[in-house]
């Protein structure tokens, strides 16, 4: 009867064992759950010094995959200064016709070196880029400024919205838009959505996706002239302590129909582009 009763006890308490790390486990899961995933924290964005480096690739095809040519764009942004302006150095553009072949050194573009500004609708104006040059490559230029108010939006915008695993649909950027007299841009419809939290070197970060769909794109400039339709969609990993943007990527694909000035032919083509914003360190 003894030896039966310490069998007894003793798978008594291997089930104990087993059962109370679940539960522990469980207390665990839902402190995380309720101090993390709940909701965003209601925090501010840390006014701190921050590099960044963009980079942007196109590639261009025409309506049956043909590869046409590729385009890369870098350039490096400082934002956190005490103005709240933000500054653009070592812009460098590059083309090349070959798919496989590696980038060449490209072009700098000296008119974005020390180029600032405050974030904000100004920066749809002709003014705000009076010193551009007047060519195609401008606009990839002001795309570097244009992506990035994009990223920040997303992250910034409409933190206090957002609930987990709930798409928030952005109705007040809806509507069309025109880009610095080049062009307009109509959305269509966007959403952002916060799918969870991450660590990216020990910092813990809210993961924001945002996608928008079926945009209208028209450009009209003295050498080109482009119409046809947009896609885009990517994520932004944003600190939970100081709210800053710890790394983000972007994708869209582009149907258009270009007129290049001089040549009897409209042609059409779909570009894939890709960007990525990452921390100088």
Avoid at 148 to 158: G, N, Q, S, V
Avoid at 173 to 178: D, K, V
Avoid at 209 to 235: C, H, P, V
Avoid at 237 to 266: C, D, F, H
Wanted: with cysteine; hydrophobic share 40%.
């Amino acid at each position: 009867m003894k030896k039966y009763f310490s069998q007894i006890l003793s798978m008594a308490l291997i089930l104990i064992s087993l059962v109370s790390p679940c539960k522990v486990f469980g207390q665990k899961d839902k402190s995380f759950t309720d101090l993390y995933l709940t909701s965003l924290p209601k925090i501010k964005t840390a006014d701190i010094i921050r590099k960044y480096r963009m980079t942007t690739i196109h590639i261009n095809r025409d309506l049956y995959g043909k590869f046409v040519n590729k385009t890369k764009i870098t350039g490096e942004c400082t934002r956190g200064n005490s103005d709240g302006r933000l500054i653009w150095n070592n812009a460098i553009i590059s083309h090349s016709d070959s798919f496989d072949g590696e980038f060449p050194a490209g072009t700098r573009q000296e008119y974005m070196e020390n180029f600032s500004y405050l974030p904000s609708d100004d920066m749809l104006s002709a003014e705000a880029f009076k010193n551009f040059p007047s060519n195609p490559d401008n606009i990839l230029a002001r795309n570097l400024i244009w992506d990035m108010m994009t990223f920040e939006t997303y992250a910034w915008m409409f933190w206090d919205s957002l609930e987990l695993n709930k798409p928030y649909e952005i109705k007040q950027i809806n509507g069309e838009f025109n880009m610095a007299e080049i062009g307009t841009y109509d959305h269509n419809l966007i959403t952002v959505c916060w799918k969870g939290i991450t660590s990216i070197e020990g910092e813990l970060c809210a993961i924001i996706d945002f996608t928008a769909t079926d945009n209208l794109l028209n450009i009209s400039m003295e050498m080109m002239k482009s119409r046809g339709t947009e896609q885009y969609w990517g994520t932004t990993w944003v600190s939970l302590k100081t709210r800053n943007i710890e790394k983000a990527l972007m994708y869209g694909g582009v149907m258009q129909e270009i007129e290049i000035s001089g040549m009897p032919e409209k042609m059409l083509f779909k570009t894939i582009r890709e960007l990525w914003l990452e921390p100088i360190k």
